[in-house]
């Protein structure tokens, strides 16, 4: 850094004071060496700690060859010879360097240097040219390869007149004008010669400068539109042995990031030496033009001859075009240099299918990089009146990779050959005809085997599909996608691929969502490269359906998932619609409330013509009350492709040929007959049946393409499949159990989260499987439970060749008997998705037969059932409360079933002093239970003219008993929840428990006096009467007994299987009743201790609502009163009302503690009474005597 370069004077170095950060001197301190990067920490102080400082230093340079007098202005003028003159042929430019005889004009700059006097003050502002003065400067030249152009904004009518403007610095040139093209080919190179770039060689390879190239169309009056920009670096080229330019696409940018169309372009820059050994040689001159020059050969895509064949199907969706239907269409086609157009459809609304839909184009020269080829343009017609031929829509295929192929053309088998075929299909037929078939394969008649039990089943839910797996059916699939993307379906686009047309309008740019469709063509593209030693690929447009085909469509809509709700509360009452051509159906009576998962359970039935009514469109809509109904979202399938394809997606096919109960093969055809078509559809040979001995038996099996399948190999295969799929439901069934009891405890108090644990504890405890005897351990349920599937599966299944047929269908990969999720999307919304629909469709062609059962996949109705709850009495209950001094309770009993908005009460048994309360009152209970699932129906209405809410709960019994308070609210003594499906027996006596019971009353032993006085002693109590003490005594309560749990290998009840109990069932409390009367000593007291705030007599049975309809009992102790009969309970008449039954127990009270008081102020006002009497009756006597002493 010390030596100077040769040729350069050097200065000395000194702080750079604009780029330094430090201290005075420039300096920065670190610790680690590091002053550079994201989160470094440097120092402009220097400190102790420091071991590293920098600072930006400079110097200057002059070169040694540098002439001071050059900086006089006149002396440098003077020194300069008549060189560096920039000619041109106007003033107004452009200027070029080398002398032309048709230049004019030519101009010189020169550099002046200016200085502003500071001894005069000039308010003005001087505005002064700056020039940039380069020490080094090159000639260079650019070349630009302009080839052609796809989808150009249209400019007259429905075409672009186009041109090409190139600016490259302070130069600009442009193409030739292209007529009625929107995809235009130039095939020209424009060349800028002798450009004078500020910069070195090394500089200008990596930072080259930018080409700006922009599309302009002219309109017929000549004014120029802009049909886009974009800007690239050229490829700099300084040597013969850099790499050449390659072809790109450049899409037309516009304002605000918009874009349409591409220009397939390249641009070479090269330096221009004396000896110009870099440059290659100019192109020709293009025919019939001057000055206009060719692409070269080197930088043209090489070209191969293709065979392409078009399978132009039909149209679909057309839409208006200039406020008229669109009646007779025709397309015309352009790939290359050649054209096609195809005869008018008659008339589109009978069959929008053409009559001759292959074409084919023998030799398309194309280019080998198929990336750069031109599109293949397809333009819509509609063939109107008076010769006219509006054009409706043009669609553009750009990406002609995929359609490449290598299709072998196969020979068709002759029809002959399946006749054998036929006739084992007709003794496959006869023997089922004749097999002895069962309508169900359930055990419990209570819980049937529906189409619900094979969903949930298949999605691992066993415990909503009781009885299921072990009946043998087969399960479905549930996919999370729509069918057409999962198993390698490609949106059956196997045989007919849908383009969309959209109107060539100005101001659509690529964007889908802006352009306007109108509308769409089913067609299939084979292109295919013609070779010397094998002939080109052929298409084979074998097919099932020709023309339009009536058919019956089923739509299962099963549920819905995640629905985003359209209003602020987040309510949605969603319900069904659907649409096919001008079919409609709406379920807006069936809307379910309030549930953004609702279970809809539709089947939706249509008679469509396909293709004329192709797209169903399944919508999900948001029920209102005053304004309209709001859309949710929608999915649309393409019901055509799933009539054409190979794979079969019109109806799935089930995962065995069950022949026996509840769901049937539900197929038009027998798997046998399936199989046949199939082979037919895609030139396979006929199958052949073949048989094998056996030791026992002779086995029959089916060969097709030289592969045999055996009955018994098919069945081992099904029964390893079926062992797979169990395995993986059983780890399935098992996370989702998991993961339905985790739940984010962030946003959950502590108390919460305590509650929620010792209601797991206990959901644990009582699921909690019980070895018993004669009961299978856990280890083995698995596998005898797939020995049970297996066997029953046998049973249900149909023949032997019909099951191979299935199975080798099944391996095919044809649809499978499935459930689809489909998302839903709203115009509104864009492409954010609205939630999930899952559902299925079923496609039927009227002329293959006839069409099957449906299934019944409305939800399922839970069963009414009736509780009859006969509360008799109540024993040993603890009172909390004191009156007059003794412990007392208001009693009553209250009952409801889980999901009950409000309980039922009993009367109040008023001042219970012994524990002992009777009632003798009945509750009916009337509740919906779902006998699959086993939870009880909870009904929550939270809105009027709304459907309520309906939810799934644990099926328990609450009873409940309460002390009634007169000014103050209830108080809860105890309760207790009954597990309709697993509680324990009630006890037979409340001796059997010990629980508490008042000593009887005893004699009284009172002076006689007060016996015989007026029957004073039937208001004494235990002696305590006028002659007794009169110190207020307060009894102390009766301490509650503790509840001792049941061991876990205690036997339950099912409510359901026993129908009827008796017994009595204790009240429990975790809150000890008396917290101010424990003593210190008493350690007994826990608070995870359950204690017996007293026993309650009832008698429990259910019943079916049918059965309780025909022998109905009445509520309380009204008629009809039976089963059992209830009488009136024995009570005090003072009992029956609170003012009543505190009447005795006050005049008790007072004449026990306050007797003697009452008498003797008793005494004194009736002497002051009498006294006061005799004054009044008296007192003129009296003051005519004193009156007549005075005087």
């Keep these: 850094m010390k030596k100077a370069v040769s040729g350069w004077d050097m200065g000395s170095w000194k702080a750079d004071k604009l780029r330094n950060n430090g201290d005075k001197n420039g300096w920065v301190y670190t610790t680690n060496g590091v002053f550079f990067g994201d989160g470094v920490a440097i120092d402009r102080e ?34 300069l010879e008549d060189t560096n003159w920039e000619h041109s042929v106007k003033r107004i430019g452009p200027y070029h360097d080398d002398v032309d005889s048709r230049d004019t004009v030519r101009r010189r700059r020169y550099i002046i240097e200016i200085e502003k006097d500071g001894e005069e003050d000039n308010e003005e502002q001087i505005q002064y040219r700056i020039y940039e003065y380069q020490l080094v400067t090159a000639k260079w030249q650019l070349r630009c390869y302009i080839m052609w152009a796809k989808d150009l904004m249209p400019v007259v009518k429905n075409s672009s007149r186009a041109f090409v403007r190139i600016t490259f610095g302070n130069y600009s040139k442009q193409t030739l004008l292209v007529d009625n093209s929107q995809n235009p080919i130039w095939n020209e190179t424009v060349i800028f010669k002798s450009i004078l770039i500020a910069g070195g060689t090394r500089e200008i390879m990596h930072y080259p400068p930018i080409v700006s190239v922009e599309v302009v169309g002219e309109s017929s009056t000549s004014a120029e539109i802009n049909l886009g920009r974009f800007e690239t670096p050229p490829t700099v080229i300084c040597s013969n042995t850099d790499s050449r330019a390659h072809q790109l696409w450049y899409p037309l940018k516009f304002p605000k990031g918009k874009t349409r169309g591409a220009v397939l372009a390249c641009f070479e820059l090269f330096e221009q030496t004396d000896n110009n050994d870099c440059l290659p040689l100019e192109p020709k001159l293009k025919q019939n033009y001057q000055e206009r020059l060719e692409i070269p050969p080197e930088l043209r895509p090489s070209f191969d001859k293709y065979h392409i064949q078009f399978l132009c199907w039909g149209l679909r969706n057309l839409r208006k075009h200039q406020l008229l239907s669109v009646h007779r269409p025709f397309v015309d086609l352009t790939i290359g240099d050649q054209e096609f157009t195809m005869d008018p459809i008659k008339d589109v609304r009978k069959n929008p299918n053409f009559p001759e839909p292959l074409i084919s184009f023998s030799e398309v020269a194309l280019p080998s990089a198929l990336e750069l080829s031109p599109p293949f343009v397809i333009n819509l017609y509609d063939a109107r009146a008076f010769k006219r031929r509006p054009l409706v829509g043009t669609c553009l295929i750009s990406d002609l990779h995929k359609y490449v192929s290598h299709i072998i053309k196969k020979d068709k088998e002759k029809d002959d050959d399946f006749n054998a075929f036929n006739e084992i299909i007709e003794e496959e037929h006869q ?33 909503r599909s009781p009885g299921y797996p072990e009946s043998g059916m087969e399960y479905l699939k549930v996919f999370n996608r729509p069918l057409e993307e999962v198993n390698g379906y490609n949106n059956f686009s196997d045989f007919l691929d849908t383009m969309t047309f959209f109107k060539n309008s100005k101001g659509h740019f ?37 023309g ?23 309510r949605v009452d969603s319900y069904v619609t659907a649409k096919c051509g001008k079919i409609k159906s709406n379920m807006k009576k069936n809307y379910v409330s309030e549930n953004c998962d609702p279970i809809y359970g539709e089947l939706i039935e249509m008679n469509v013509t396909i293709p004329l009514e192709k797209d169903l469109t399944v919508t999900i809509k948001d029920k209102c009350t005053i304004l309209a109904d709001k859309e949710i979202g929608s999915t649309t399938i393409d019901l055509e492709n799933r009539l054409l394809t190979k794979w079969r997606g019109t109806s799935g096919l089930s995962a065995q040929y069950t022949v026996q109960g509840e769901m ?3 197929d038009q055809l027998t798997p046998m007959e399936i199989l046949k078509e199939y082979c037919i559809r895609m030139m396979i040979p006929p199958p052949k049946v073949v048989e094998r001995k056996k030791e ?37 069934a098992g996370k989702d159990s998991d993961s339905d009891t985790e739940d984010d405890p962030k946003n959950k108090s502590p108390e919460e989260i305590e509650l929620e644990n010792e209601k797991s504890k206990k959901e644990k405890e009582r699921k909690k499987p019980v070895n018993k005897k004669g009961e299978i351990p856990n280890d083995q349920k698995g596998t005898v439970l797939m020995n049970l599937r297996n066997l029953n599966r046998k049973s249900i299944l149909g023949t032997p060749l019909e099951t191979i047929a299935l199975f080798i269908l099944r391996q095919i990969n ?16 864009g492409r954010v998705q609205k939630g999930n629909l899952r559902m299925f469709v079923d496609v039927f062609p009227l002329d293959h037969g006839p069409i099957p059962a449906p299934f019944n996949i409305s939800p399922r109705k839970p069963a009414r059932y009736q509780l009859r709850i006969a509360v008799m009495s109540v024993c040993g209950a603890i009172p909390i409360k004191r009156s007059f001094a003794e412990p007392t309770s208001d009693l009553y009993v209250k009952v409801y079933v889980n999901g009950m908005r409000k309980g039922q009460k009993t009367d109040t048994h008023f001042r219970v002093m012994d524990g002992k309360a009777e009632f003798n009152w009945r509750f009916l209970l009337d509740f919906d239970y779902n006998v699959w699932e086993k939870k009880v129906v909870a009904y929550t209405k939270t809105r009027l003219f709304r459907k309520p809410v309906e939810e799934l709960v644990d099926p328990f019994l609450i009873v409940e008993l309460w002390d009634k308070n007169k000014f103050r609210k209830d108080v809860l003594l105890g309760e207790i929840e009954l597990d309709i499906l697993s509680f324990l027996e009630g006890v037979g006596s409340p001796s059997d428990i010990g629980v508490y019971t008042k000593s009887s009353r005893r004699k009284c032993k009172c002076p006689r006096c007060c016996r015989c006085l007026w029957g004073c002693c039937r208001l004494c109590v235990e002696t305590k009467c006028l002659c007794g003490k009169r110190k207020i005594k307060r009894k102390p309560f009766p301490k509650p007994v503790k509840y001792a749990p049941p061991p876990e290998m205690a036997e339950t009840i099912n409510l359901f299987d026993s129908r009827n109990l008796y017994g009595w069932w204790p009240m ?52 009809p009163n039976h089963s059992p009969h209830l009488d009136k309970p024995d009570r005090k008449l003072l009992s029956q009302f609170w003012l009543c039954s505190r009447i005795l127990p006050c005049l008790k009270f007072c004449w026990h503690y306050y007797g003697a008081q009452i008498l003797a102020w008793i005494l004194i006002i009736l002497f002051i009474a009498l006294a006061i009497y005799f004054l009044f009756q008296t007192w003129p006597m009296i003051f005519g005597h004193v009156l007549t002493k005075i005087w």
């Design 664 to 666: 049937q093969w539900r």
């Design 1068 to 1119: 429990l409390t975790y809150k000890y009743p008396h917290p101010d009367e424990i003593k210190k000593k008493d350690d007994d007291v826990d608070e995870n201790q359950q204690w017996i705030m007293g026993l309650v007599e009832m008698d429990i049975s259910l019943l079916p609502i049918s059965e309780a309809e025909q022998d109905p009992v009445g509520k309380k102790r009204a008629e």
């Design 431 to 463: 023997k089922l005809m004749n097999m002895n078939k069962r309508s169900t394969l359930g055990t419990d008649p209570l819980v049937p085997l529906d189409w619900w039990s094979r969903y949930y089943s298949s999605m691992s839910q066993f415990h």
């Design 696 to 732: 026992q038996f002779v086995e029959n099996g089916i060969m097709i393409y030289g592969i045999v399948f055996w009955c018994t190999e098919v069945i081992e295969a099904m029964e390893k499949e079926e062992l797979l799929i169990s395995e993986g439901q059983r780890e399935k």
């Design 46 to 79: 220097v400190k102790p700690h420091h071991k590293y400082r920098r600072r930006c230093v400079k110097r200057s340079r002059k070169l040694e060859a540098y002439k001071k007098e050059h900086e006089d202005f006149k002396a440098y003028q003077e020194s």
């Design 814 to 829: 044809l649809v499978p008997e499935h459930v689809e999720s489909r998302p839903l999307f709203s115009d509104k919304s």
């Design 510 to 546: 690529d964007d889908p969502e802006e352009k306007e469709k109108a509308g769409e063509l089913k067609c299939r593209l084979l292109i295919s490269k013609i070779r010397k030693d094998q002939p080109p690929s052929t298409m084979n447009p074998s097919v099932e359906f020709l």
């Design 548 to 570: 339009p085909v009536k058919c019956l469509v089923r739509v299962y809509v099963i549920e819905a998932k995640g629905l985003s709700s359209n209003s602020k509360n987040g």
